[in-house]
Structure formats: structure tokens, C-alpha cells
């Protein structure tokens, strides 16, 4: 059973920064798995953050977070995280990892394309 859960959410100032990690079990990383972190802000459709493919390759999803966010993994803890750096107002949102198993090396960048979620972390960001 492909489960996803999410943990690191929490309260951050302007500037200030969170890591977010996605346990992943009932399956490894590395068998075919891409990972994607999504975020959705109240009011507003879920959008994706960043990817990363079964053999490691980074894709980012939303020019926003460019040069501040990234996206890692941990092969032996079957654990994705996404590292948030220099964080703004505009990123606060309930984040989301999910998985696909595809023989590809893009990860998806739809929502749509992802078949297993996890329950989110909330990310609030407040002076």
C-alpha cells in the first residue's frame, strides 16, 4: 500500500525558512517513482512546486520559487524533502507531496499525472 506523509509545516517569518519531508513507504524511490511537491494557497488551485525523478534529476514546476526552494532525497529513508528558503507571504499554502510510478526520466509537472497523495502540511508565513 503506496502511502505519503508529509511533516515540517509550521509558522515562518519573511526570510525565514522550513524543510518539509515526504516519507514515502510501500514502495522505493528509486523503482521508476517520481515525486512532486504541490501547494495550494486558499482560494486557489493546487499548483506544483518541484519534481524529482526516479534517478534523481530536478525539474522546477513554478518559476516562483526558483533560486529559493529545493528539492532532495534520501534513498536509505525512502524520504523526499523540499528545502524552503527565504520564504514570502505568497508561499503560504497547505503543501503536498505525491508519487507516480512511470517509466519516463521527466517527472510529470500536472497535478493530473499524480496517482498517490499525501494529507498536506500547512506552511503559514507572516511578518
Known amino acids: 500500500q503506496v502511502q505519503l506523509v508529509e511533516s515540517g509545516g509550521g509558522l515562518a517569518q519573511p526570510g525565514g525558512s522550513l524543510r518539509l519531508s515526504c516519507a514515502a513507504s510501500?514502495?522505493?524511490?528509486?523503482?521508476?517513482?517520481?515525486i512532486g511537491w504541490f501547494r495550494q494557497a486558499p482560494g486557489k488551485e493546487r499548483e506544483g512546486v518541484l519534481c524529482?525523478?526516479?534517478?534523481?534529476?530536478?525539474?522546477i514546476l513554478t518559476g516562483s520559487v526558483k533560486g529559493r526552494f529545493t528539492i532532495s532525497r534520501d534513498i536509505g529513508k525512502n524520504t523526499v524533502y523540499l528545502q524552503m528558503n527565504s520564504l514570502e507571504p505568497e508561499d503560504t499554502a497547505v503543501y503536498y507531496c505525491?508519487?507516480?510510478?512511470?517509466?519516463?526520466?521527466?517527472?510529470?509537472?500536472?497535478?493530473?499525472?499524480?496517482?498517490?497523495w499525501g494529507q498536506g502540511t500547512q506552511v503559514t508565513v507572516f511578518s
Open positions: 510501500g514502495f522505493r524511490l528509486v523503482e521508476f517513482y517520481h
Open positions: 524529482i525523478n526516479h534517478v534523481g534529476s530536478r525539474t
Open positions: 505525491a508519487a507516480v510510478r512511470r517509466l519516463t526520466q521527466t517527472c510529470p509537472v500536472s497535478r493530473n499525472d499524480y496517482a498517490y
